[in-house]
């Protein structure tokens, strides 16, 4: 009897210190249990999930360590000395087209550089062309004439059935069997076509042409900020105001007006045939323009396709109730039905261009000095097989995610935002 009255009065004064210690009116706050310590146990998911990719972690270093070894021993054994200690070492070898200055006594690292530069030029231009080409045969492919659909249609047909390797081979047969320069085609009367490429004038450098630059840049960076501003105030006010005419105004005001104010100098070194060549202007080498027509001509025919496909995406509602406001055909095609067909293209035309790079490597084949050409050049004269592999591969993986990244940034920015 004595023990329970205890324990009923110890109960009672903790009760009585729980009460004193909460406020009067407020809830009582319940403690905090700790975490229970998680056990290694074989029947918790988690813990097979990380014993898994713990062991498959150790596998792949297994393979690879191994595989590194089985190489580096079978190069020691035929006296081949490993490392990109090379890479330091005089080339010994001239490049015909080099963006930067090269001779016979600068590094392999260098000449790596110049293809890295070659690879990057081919596949600018060649992404500018195919771009321009397969939007305007997407657009055709789609068009109500007959006779334009279906002309677009065999371009399609014909080019995108045909390998790459096919096309970079024909035309560069074709331009290496134009005329001697001494018979050369003319073009307009500027510039020259033989079978030592496409002869143009060149532009004479000038102070100005910096002071241009600049100004382009700063113009750019205005018109964007022009155009948010001119679609902004259309959305508030409910009047639309085309605002590409002034933003491109706006650029062209920027760039010329350092031109003007220095005097507006524009001079053109217009080639002239001399003996058994062309002195003066400049010259599109017949390897770089047979690679970019030949790349231009394959990867348009899918990004045609993919602008064709886009353009059917969008509900033909859309161009029937611009047609009944009276907007043009030029307008509807511009101003509604691309732009809502940008999410469609943009992803598929992504692989497009990181495939054109790609292909760029196809210059070995035709001898433009891209990456692939100069690269089995340095391993011919230094038997760095596996170093020079894997620096192509570093750099393609780098060329293709720059690509990627660029553009899925620009498919963010054209998404369509739900509000």
Partial sequence: MTIMSEARAGTAELHAHATTATAPGAPASPRRRPPPRRSWNWNDPGVRTFTYQLALAAVLVFVGWYLYDNVATN??????????????????????????????????????????????????????????????????????????????????????????????????????????????????????ISNRGLTLPALVP???????????????VAAVILYKLIRRHGERTGRYVAPLPPALALVVAATILPWLLSGAPIIFDMPKLRGFGFSGGMTVPPEFFALVVGLTVYTGAFIAEIVRAGIESVPKGQSEAARALG???????????????????IPPMSSQFLSLTKNSSLGVIIGYPELVNIGNTIMNQTGQVVEMVTIMMIIYLGLSLTTSISMNLYNNAVALKER
């Fill in 75 to 192: 190069l020691r054994r035929q006296n081949i000395a490993t490392g990109f200690s090379f890479l330091g070492e005089a080339a010994k070898f001239n490049i015909s087209e080099t963006p930067v200055s090269f001779t016979a006594s600068d590094s392999y690292g260098r000449a790596l550089l110049v293809g890295l530069l070659n690879t990057i030029h081919v596949s600018l231009v060649g992404i500018v062309c195919a771009t321009l080409v397969g939007v305007v045969m997407g657009i055709a492919r789609a068009s109500r004439n007959l006779l334009v659909s279906k002309l677009a249609g065999c371009y399609v047909e014909f080019a995108r059935n045909v390998p790459v390797i096919l096309h970079v081979v024909l035309w560069s047969s074709i331009i290496r069997n134009l005329p001697a320069p001494r018979q050369a085609l003319d073009v307009l009367g500027i510039g020259f």
């Fill in 206 to 220: 000038h102070p100005a042409h910096g002071a241009m630059g600049i100004g382009f840049l700063v113009g750019a």
């Fill in 327 to 345: 907007l043009k055909p030029s307008s509807i095609m511009s101003r509604i039905v691309l732009p809502q067909a940008l999410r469609v293209i």
